[in-house]
């Protein structure tokens, strides 16, 4: 019985070298850990891991004194949500400031991420700038002292439950402000200025989506893998083969070879 398995390993092993795109490989994408979180597929541990292991936009950098960084930008990640396709994290810019920066933060500019968009099911905190208008008591807004810093007027925090990626045209109607918004967790609340710090700090939902079909991968039996050289995604198979898209056909025909090797046994 043995001998006849490590025969039918051996019939298969010139078919596996001759894989044009065949890479050693072996566990070196396995799931890591940064902290609480897990990384894998399209994330990886830049540093630890080799670059196939995920996708270039995701590259997380682990530096155990903070949340890691995402693609050497501001942003840290505080969780990733793998089932829908979702992280959470915040912009380190914005941390430990006073409100009155938030006017330099620009979400459609800071944000080159094009695989990475800001989720809808945010709440938004806008900071209403230079207002020429007092905004009406009962809007929620609160009132915010930034002497000193560029723009004059009065200044307000204020949150929008609803994130509208279209920016805030009603504050800027009813009160003549030049506002900035910044995108926080779905539910958050605005009491008064104090809560700024800890608002931005908890961060915001970011959706992904990236090419290729990881699941239908995992479930051929494969794991995901980036082709760095190619930019595409790839589908590494038992036995070492990357394939498009799935093992399919592939793992079939082992599967068929093992039932044909255990009957004959
Ligand atoms: C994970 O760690 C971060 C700090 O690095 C913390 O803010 C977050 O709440 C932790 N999450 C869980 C689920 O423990
Ligand atoms: C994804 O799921 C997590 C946990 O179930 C949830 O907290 C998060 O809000 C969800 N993300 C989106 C974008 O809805
Ligand atoms: C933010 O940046 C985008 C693109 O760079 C620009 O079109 C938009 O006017 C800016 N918004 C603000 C409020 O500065
Ligand atoms: C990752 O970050 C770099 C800059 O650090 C940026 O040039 C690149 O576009 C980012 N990747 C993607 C795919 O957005
Ligand atoms: C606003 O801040 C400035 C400088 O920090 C201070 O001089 C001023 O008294 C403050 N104004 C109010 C209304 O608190
Ligand atoms: C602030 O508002 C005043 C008018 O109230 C205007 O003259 C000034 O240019 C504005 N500053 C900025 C930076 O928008």
Known sequence: ??????????????????????????????????????????????????????????????????????????????????????VVAFYASLVGGPPCLATRFNMSSTLALSLLAISRANSELLLCANCTRTPPAGAGAVAVNCTGFRGGGEWFLSLNPMYDPGGPALAEETMGCRYSVVPVMPGSELRSVRDYAGLVRRGFLLEWTVPGDCDACSASGGQCRYDVGAMAFRCFCPGGRL???????????????????????
């Open 1 to 86: 019985m043995l001998r006849k398995n490590v025969l039918v390993v051996l019939v298969f092993l010139p078919l596996l070298a001759t894989a044009p795109d065949a890479q050693p490989d072996g566990e070196s994408c396995a799931p890591a850990t940064c902290g609480n979180l897990t990384i894998k597929y399209p994330f990886w541990l830049r540093g630890r891991q080799p670059a196939h292991c995920g996708h270039p936009t995701f590259a997380v950098t682990c530096d155990d004194a903070t949340p890691p960084i995402l693609n050497d930008s501001y942003l840290r990640v505080l969780a990733i949500h793998y089932g829908n396709s979702s």
């Open 243 to 265: 394939q498009p898209a799935t093992c399919g056909e592939f793992v079939k025909a082992m599967q068929f070879f093992l039932l044909v090797d255990q009957h004959a046994g």
